[in-house]
């Protein structure tokens, strides 16, 4: 590794003794060669640890942390109170169904969509009855005499397009 990478390890991981086992044994491995990065560490644990370790821990008091946390509600509440509600809560409210009523729902749901594609086809086929039968009716009498002669004054107009189809 470049010293670059390990002086960016030096400052986020290895002196805060976040790195892991691996990382950690190469960093001391590079630092036990490299004098310059050696030189960075011992300047940065100078400048990042040493005014810590005679600092003592301050205890903040129950009031100080009240206040923030008062600050912090105030803030989040820039609606008024009817007009504010929590969306998560919401929806749970009106998707909450005991399991047994979800149950019962969903079949009687499938049992619906399955009747309703099953019966569907079958319903009421009087009008397609009816439509093929004049179709039919219609096909049946275009073999008739009368359809013929009617077909033959279109082949003696002698046009090209006459000729292709009679």
């Not at 390990?6 to 950690?24: H, N, P, Q, S, V």
């Not at 206040?67 to 929806?91: C, M, N």
Request: aromatic fraction near 14%; include cysteine.
């Amino acid at each position: 590794m470049d010293c670059k990478k390990i002086r960016g390890f030096l400052i986020t991981d290895y002196i805060d003794k976040e790195a892991g086992r691996g990382l950690k044994d190469e960093i001391s491995r590079h630092l036990s060669g490299c004098s310059g990065c050696r030189e960075y560490e011992k300047t940065l644990r100078r400048a990042a640890l040493e005014p810590f370790k005679k600092a003592h821990e301050i205890k903040v008091p129950d009031e100080v942390w009240a206040g923030i946390s008062e600050a912090i509600t105030k803030e989040k509440s820039y609606w008024p109170a009817w007009l504010t509600f929590d969306v998560r809560d919401f929806l749970t409210r009106i998707f909450s169904v005991p399991k047994p009523a979800f149950a019962v729902m969903t079949a009687l749901i499938g049992v619906i969509l399955v009747t309703t594609f099953v019966w569907l086809p079958f319903g009421n086929q009087e009008p397609a009855k009816n439509y093929l039968q004049d179709q039919m009716a219609f096909l049946v009498s275009l073999d008739t005499d009368e359809a013929s002669a009617y077909s033959t004054n279109y082949a003696e107009l002698d046009t090209n397009i006459e000729e292709y189809f009679f």
